[in-house]
């Protein structure tokens, strides 16, 4: 084992505990509270979690994508939300800046963003432009040394705790198609900004997700990413492959704990004067939930590999992110029956986490516009 490989060992191994330990006993509080606890969230930054995917140079951890992954799938066997705090902040939020940032937007943001004493939220939907990202309507329109950002954006994950928006927004008209977005790294105090009150949703408690409107903000052209228009669109959808990927870990990871959570209860619970764990019909769910665990973990690995080996892999993201969620959702969906009238009362985990699982397989890409996002890429590779 290399040094590196080494390290990451430990840090996986530590994360593992982390999780097991510390997050999972903290889950019920985290419900009730809608609030990750401070003690915790200092622990995410301690671990150097929030800089997981911000280079060395810059203050990170500057993981590469399998590196990533061996953490996620760790830190998602406790609940989904607590990933989200550090994971959306060094995934989406932060990406734009890492991979199209100009040399000064990097220095100025990342060092900030690796510690955690600065979160980013990434502003693409929009009330009228969801899976149809490229429609958006937010307008940026260059005013001298100035753009001038109006419109509105929805679902924004961590937007009551950002000091950071990367917003895109058009700077050519509607006719411009996807070529006309620009992306705008917008500080949280910048006037013309309101952060509305955070969602009430089905699950996710302790994840807090709202609007964020711009009125007439000002923003300076250094605040355009990359210092470039219109390559907004590009650089979210690269954003997206990357974090795809990350999301089929969280998924996996959770696999992994919905499966624990049903294999306990299955042997705890006795019927007909034995464990039913001990019934082949509540085996036969047990093990159609393990192999589609494994496969999801295997293919996140190896597109992990594959990305860190330089090859493009939108495809290959799509496909994890497409199968692990989806398989996530059989798994939760097996687990409660499992549990049985336990399941659907608050008193055991499962009930929860079923709630929480059925967000995966909606955001950043719905199942379905993974599938488009597949067949276009295996049309392509033939010039159809
Ligand atoms: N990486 C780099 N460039 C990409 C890309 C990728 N993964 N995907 C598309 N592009 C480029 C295309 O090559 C094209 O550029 P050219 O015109 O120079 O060829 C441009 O972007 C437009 O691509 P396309 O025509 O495929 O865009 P569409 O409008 O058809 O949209 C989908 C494509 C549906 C895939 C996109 O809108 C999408 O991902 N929607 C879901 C959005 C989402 O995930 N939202 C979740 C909330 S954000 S957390």
């Given at each position: 084992?290399?040094?590196?490989?080494?390290?990451?060992?430990?840090?996986?191994?530590?994360?593992?505990?982390?999780?097991?330990?510390?997050?999972?006993?903290?889950?019920?509080?985290?419900?009730?509270?809608?609030?990750?606890?401070?003690?915790?969230?200092?622990?995410?930054?301690?671990?150097?979690?929030?800089?997981?995917?911000?280079?060395?140079?810059?203050?990170?951890?500057?993981?590469?994508?399998?590196?990533?992954?061996?953490?996620?799938?760790?830190?998602?066997?406790?609940?989904?939300?607590?990933?989200?705090?550090?994971?959306?902040?060094?995934?989406?939020?932060?990406?734009?800046?890492?991979?199209?940032?100009?040399?000064?937007?990097?220095?100025?943001?990342?060092?900030?963003?690796?510690?955690?004493?600065?979160?980013?939220?990434?502003?693409?939907t929009e009330p009228d432009s969801?899976?149809?990202?490229?429609?958006l309507?937010?307008?940026?329109?260059?005013?001298?040394?100035?753009?001038?950002?109006?419109?509105?954006k929805r679902?924004?994950?961590?937007?009551?705790?950002?000091?950071?928006?990367?917003?895109?927004?058009?700077?050519?008209?509607?006719?411009?198609?996807?070529?006309?977005?620009?992306?705008?790294?917008?500080?949280?105090?910048?006037?013309?900004?309101?952060?509305?009150?955070?969602?009430?949703?089905?699950?996710?408690?302790?994840?807090?997700?709202?609007?964020?409107?711009?009125?007439?903000?000002?923003?300076?052209?250094?605040?355009?990413?990359?210092?470039?228009?219109?390559?907004?669109?590009?650089?979210?959808?690269?954003?997206?492959?990357?974090?795809?990927?990350?999301?089929?870990?969280?998924?996996?990871?959770?696999?992994?704990?919905?499966?624990?959570?049903?294999?306990?209860?299955?042997?705890?619970?006795?019927?007909?004067?034995?464990?039913?764990?001990?019934?082949?019909?509540?085996?036969?769910?047990?093990?159609?939930?393990?192999?589609?665990?494994?496969?999801?973990?295997?293919?996140?690995?190896?597109?992990?590999?594959?990305?860190?080996?330089?090859?493009?892999?939108?495809?290959?993201?799509?496909?994890?992110?497409?199968?692990?969620?989806?398989?996530?959702?059989?798994?939760?969906?097996?687990?409660?029956?499992?549990?049985?009238?336990?399941?659907?009362?608050?008193?055991?985990?499962?009930?929860?986490?079923?709630?929480?699982?059925?967000?995966?397989?909606?955001?950043?890409?719905?199942?379905?516009?993974?599938?488009?996002?597949?067949?276009?890429?295996?049309?392509?590779?033939?010039?159809?």
């Open positions: 084992m290399s040094d590196r490989e080494e390290t990451i060992h430990l840090l996986a191994d530590a994360v593992r505990r982390f999780a097991r330990e510390q997050l999972v006993p903290a889950e019920p509080t985290v419900e009730e509270t809608d609030e990750i606890p401070g003690d915790i969230v200092r622990q995410l930054k301690e671990l150097g979690l929030f800089g997981m995917t911000v280079p060395e140079e810059y203050g990170g951890l500057g993981l590469g994508m399998y590196e990533e992954a061996r953490l996620v799938l760790e830190v998602a066997y406790a609940s989904p939300v607590f990933r989200s705090y550090f994971g959306t902040t060094n995934g989406v939020g932060t990406l734009g800046i890492v991979n199209d940032g100009t040399e000064e937007q990097k220095r100025r943001y990342l060092p900030r963003i690796a510690t955690g004493e600065m979160m980013a939220s990434f502003c693409l969801g899976s149809d990202a490229a429609s309507t937010t307008r940026a329109i260059r005013e001298g040394g100035y753009f001038v950002i109006n419109g509105t679902f924004i994950t961590n937007a009551i705790h950002a000091g950071l928006f990367t917003v895109f927004a058009r700077t050519a008209p509607k006719e411009a198609g996807a070529a006309g977005i620009s992306a705008f790294l917008v500080e949280r105090d910048t006037p013309g900004i309101t952060v509305a009150a955070p969602y009430r949703k089905m699950g996710f408690r302790g994840s807090h997700e709202s609007d964020v409107i711009f009125e007439n903000c000002r923003v300076p052209a250094s605040a355009l990413l990359g210092g470039r228009e219109g390559g907004g669109f590009k650089s979210a959808m690269r954003s997206l492959d990357h974090a795809r990927l990350h999301m089929a870990a969280v998924a996996a990871g959770m696999c992994e704990r919905l499966i624990d959570e049903g294999r306990r209860y299955a042997i705890e619970r006795k019927q007909f004067g034995k464990p039913i764990a001990s019934f082949q019909l509540i085996q036969g769910m047990l093990a159609d939930s393990q192999a589609e665990a494994y496969a999801a973990r295997a293919m996140v690995e190896k597109a992990a590999r594959d990305k860190d080996a330089g090859h493009n892999v939108t495809m290959e993201s799509a496909c994890c992110k497409y199968f692990a969620t989806e398989a996530a959702g059989r798994i939760a969906d097996r687990m409660l029956q499992i549990h049985g009238g336990s399941g659907y009362i608050k008193e055991y985990p499962i009930e929860r986490l079923y709630r929480d699982v059925r967000l995966l397989r909606i955001y950043e890409g719905t199942s379905q516009i993974q599938q488009l996002i597949i067949a276009r890429e295996l049309l392509k590779q033939v010039g159809a």
